[in-house]
């Protein structure tokens, strides 16, 4: 049987579960705020998965109820704990995943993650448990969607971090070669180099070799310029480090390399995150209310949709040249 919401409707499922998964997000935890309450107002149980597949695969998991999820809307990271699973990609893994859904009367999850996450998320539905997945990445890099959960906090904390290091980078009349998360995208590396006002921007989705870079800081020292930041992606082909000696030893600027690494992914979430991750926890619990899984939660159009997951994880994810264009005509 379903439970009666308090507003009359009838609710399809009983008992939903929660998980994160893949690499945390700030922001997640607002996700998961979100999901436990919309939940408890609908009447219905929630069971908290921790340690992502990995936990629901081993029966780690804990009852939730409202204040299970006080005071941890402004923490970043997650509260359910994160994990990689490679026991999930099993066909064994997957069964014994289903088996403890049964055993603990677990009727839907909503899954937050990426991509990968998804993927599981389809095969459980596959399976006869429908799934809802919530995009939370810093990478942005869900074709579904044009906004993933952590992708504004991370942009901001990569920016607070490289306007630190403009001070000594100014003071010894430096280049600073920084590279910044987003795995095999370049969408935070834009961002950042925009906010940044970042001499270069290197990404594998646009080529831009280091000879390049070394003309366009060589061109501008003439007009005055003395230090430069270069942002890079992770998913650039070449190290920062080379990027930094081959930048010192065409131009003659002494040249250093940074990576930001897993700070970005860590702190406050930011207002954006916080609300966008509300609004999609909500949503994602509204489907399974009904009974519907299978589904993604996008941010399309300044609207919250949602999408089947199968359409989502074949959609490919345009970078913005536009923008890019727009990067490399101001950073002069």
Not at 5 to 12: A, I, N, S, V
Not at 147 to 171: C, H, K, P
Not at 229 to 250: F, L, M, N, R, S
Not at 270 to 284: F, I, P, Q
């Amino acid at each position: 049987m379903g439970c009666t919401t308090p507003f009359g409707g009838l609710c399809k499922m009983k008992t939903i579960g929660v998980l994160t998964s893949g690499g945390d997000a700030p922001g997640m935890n607002a996700a998961v705020r979100a999901v436990v309450r919309s939940a408890i107002s609908l009447g219905m149980n929630v069971i908290g998965i921790r340690h992502g597949y990995n936990g629901l695969i081993n029966g780690d998991i804990t009852p939730m109820d409202i204040r299970s999820v006080s005071e941890i809307i402004h923490r970043g990271g997650t509260a359910l704990y994160t994990a990689r699973c490679p026991e999930f990609k099993t066909e064994e893994g997957i069964q014994k995943a289903v088996d403890n859904c049964k055993k603990f009367g677990i009727e839907g999850i909503v899954v937050i993650g990426g991509d990968g996450s998804f993927r599981g998320a389809r095969d459980l539905s596959i399976r006869g448990i429908p799934c809802v997945g919530v995009p939370g990445t810093i990478d942005n890099d869900i074709a579904s969607t044009e906004y993933t959960i952590g992708f504004d906090t991370a942009m901001n904390t990569a920016m607070e971090m490289v306007d630190r290091l403009r001070d000594t980078t100014q003071s010894h009349e430096r280049c600073s070669v920084v590279e910044v998360m987003g795995r095999h995208a370049g969408h935070l590396a834009l961002q950042v180099g925009v906010a940044v006002g970042s001499i270069a921007i290197m990404v594998p989705e646009i080529p831009c070799d280091v000879s390049s870079v070394c003309k366009k800081i060589e061109a501008t020292r003439k007009t005055g310029k003395k230090h430069f930041i270069v942002v890079v992606a992770e998913g650039y082909e070449k190290p920062v480090t080379d990027i930094a000696k081959e930048i010192e030893a065409t131009t003659g600027v002494e040249s250093r390399a940074t990576i930001l690494g897993h700070v970005q992914r860590g702190g406050n979430p930011t207002v954006r995150d916080r609300v966008m991750a509300s609004y999609m926890g909500n949503a994602a619990v509204e489907l399974l209310k009904n009974g519907i899984g299978n589904r993604v939660i996008c941010y399309s159009k300044s609207e919250i949709i949602n999408r089947d997951i199968y359409e989502a994880l074949q959609m490919k994810k345009d970078f913005d040249v536009d923008a890019y264009r727009m990067a490399d005509s101001i950073s002069l």
